[in-house]
């Protein structure tokens, strides 16, 4: 990745980065938005489904470092249409409604699908990024999840009517199939892609993988975004059975809220406050919603309001996680590192979040939301706390 820092943001192939982004959350989404048709159709039980929905997640909790480190081998370029194309195939291969089992096994090889996109495409927003807009475009990449669950969320429905599941597969296959195409024409000569190099050894990586880890400053935006993608999932899974008779416009605008949170977090970064102190203040705000969502279900009254206002916290310590890489350091072979070791720790709260979420509600209701909720909400704000004093006193 050359050093050179551009004068201006090129806007078009932010955009389309983030497309990309979409197209990589929609893995997620089209599962768990179509989570009651495939369960019909496949005739498993909910753990069992909900595992091909976390397994995604898996690649990225083993690999999530490694990928950033084959980036320098391979090209960014190469790697993202490596991604692209890789979850293309398993896409329209899902469309054709394996048995389960085959079903499960395109399901984890897209988690390396959806890792190499998530860790190259936010390398490429940054390095086509004016310096005064990076935390701007680092803000609007964050919102990719959120965005993702949100028109997933407003189209699934029709889809599925007309088209039932399939349909809702099918689409997907088709955007990352049109993200893949674009990608190859707009970044062809965009001057980010590498020479071919040696692969690294495994030897070699397992060595690097150690030294990202024993870099604190590398991993800290990870910590606090395993914080989030811990409970996001979750909530805009589980939070509408609380509902009642708004469960069905809720399910809709859980995930806009949680992308304007996310979207804010990186204006709020670049010029208010520094990322530090909103992740602080965020996870805060999560834990004293989490525990006005408990008292307003118990009471029944203000359920869906203090749930939109729950996720826009959430979405903000997500967004937040994100806007401090590049406020730690510019520096390429850096931001590298922390987008490899963010996607690992970022999938270790995704696969074991929702289980977690899952097997809590079916043994305490509500409280088993709010208890995990809180929980990794505090250790969430202390690692940051801890973190920011650790690195203030390292600096001096």
């Excluded at 955009?15 to 495939?38: E, H, N, P, R, V």
């Excluded at 990608?183 to 060595?207: C, M, N, Y």
Aim: glycine share 10%; with cysteine; proline share 5%.
């Amino acid at each position: 990745m050359p050093q050179n820092v551009p004068a201006r943001t090129h806007w078009p192939r932010i955009a389309l980065l983030w497309l990309c982004g979409l197209a990589a959350a929609m893995q997620f989404s089209k599962i768990s938005l179509g989570f009651d048709g495939l369960l019909a159709f496949y005739a498993v039980t909910p753990a069992q489904l909900g595992w091909s929905l976390s397994i995604v997640g898996m690649s990225g909790l083993l690999f999530g470092v490694t990928a950033g480190l084959f980036a320098h081998a391979v090209g960014f370029r190469r790697l993202l249409l490596i991604g692209l194309g890789l979850g293309a195939v398993l896409s329209v291969l899902q469309t054709l409604m394996l048995p389960y089992p085959l079903f499960f096994i395109t399901r984890l090889f897209e988690g390396v699908s959806h890792l190499v996109i998530i860790v190259i495409a936010p390398i490429l927003i940054t390095a086509n990024s004016a310096p005064q807009h990076r935390s701007i475009t680092i803000g609007l990449w964050s919102t990719f999840f959120g965005a993702a669950f949100a028109l997933t969320s407003l189209c699934a429905p029709s889809i599925e009517a007309h088209f039932g599941v399939q349909g809702m597969l099918a689409a997907q296959a088709m955007f990352i199939s049109v993200m893949w195409l674009l990608v190859w024409f707009a970044l062809k000569t965009d001057g980010h892609e590498q020479d071919v190099h040696h692969l690294p050894k495994i030897s070699t990586l397992l060595r690097q993988n150690i030294e990202v880890y024993r870099q604190f400053k590398a991993i800290l935006p990870g910590l606090s975004f395993m914080c989030y993608t811990a409970t996001s999932v979750a909530l805009m899974t589980f939070i509408p059975k609380f509902a009642g008779d708004d469960r069905a416009w809720l399910t809709h605008l859980l995930p806009m809220l949680s992308l304007i949170g996310t979207f804010s977090a990186g204006w709020l970064a670049q010029s208010l406050i520094p990322p530090f102190r909103l992740l602080v203040y965020s996870f805060l705000g999560v834990a004293v919603a989490g525990v006005a969502f408990f008292m307003s279900v118990q009471v029944g009254t203000g359920v869906s309001v203090v749930a939109l206002v729950l996720m826009f916290l959430g979405g903000l310590s997500g967004g937040a996680s994100f806007a401090l890489i590049p406020y730690l350091s510019h520096e390429k072979l850096f931001q590298v590192r922390a987008n490899g070791a963010l996607a690992q720790l970022a999938n270790v709260g995704s696969t074991v979040g929702p289980p977690l979420f899952a097997g809590a509600i079916s043994h305490f209701g509500v409280q088993g939301l709010v208890v995990p909720l809180m929980c990794f909400a505090v250790l969430g704000g202390c690692v940051v706390m801890c973190a920011e004093r650790y690195l203030h006193r390292h600096a001096e």
